[in-house]
Nanobody, 123 residues
Framework: QVQLVESGGGLVQTGGSLRLSCAAS????????MGWFRQAPGKEREFVAR????????YYANSVKGRFTISRDNAKNTVYLQMNSLRPEDTAVYYC????????????????WGQGTQVTVSS
């Protein structure tokens, strides 16, 4: 069992930066691929980024590539999402999730989810 708690969301102006954190409980955090997802009002939840258990592999949605960076610290049981050059369209609730699959291809491959943290980008 893994419990995930996101933090670091808030209100930021266009072009600003935020760093989200996701703290995990449990001793098996280092064996999971971790992902970040987001859900904007009235839209479906979408993939943002993922990182493999050893940080060897990362993958980003095209919409955030070059602006967002995912990283993890297995010693701290924490995964991060550094978000730069934020845009109003990045406004959403951001969720972290854990998958036992090395390269999860669907949201259904993620078995543990956090409660989310709100990110609002003002224009």
């Amino acid at each position: 069992q893994v419990q995930l708690v996101e933090s670091g969301g808030g209100l930021v102006q266009t072009g600003g930066s935020l760093r989200l954190s996701c703290a995990a409980s449990g001793r098996t955090f280092s064996s999971y691929t971790m992902g970040w997802f987001r859900q904007a009002p009235g839209k479906e939840r979408e993939f943002v980024a993922r990182i493999s258990y050893s940080s060897s592999f990362t993958y980003y949605a095209n919409s955030v590539k070059g602006r967002f960076t995912i990283s993890r610290d297995n010693a701290k049981n924490t995964v991060y999402l550094q978000m730069n050059s934020l845009r109003p369209e990045d406004t959403a609730v951001y969720y972290c999730a854990a998958s036992a699959t090395l390269f999860p291809s669907t949201q259904g491959s993620y078995v543990y989810w956090g409660q989310g943290t709100q990110v609002t980008v003002s224009s």
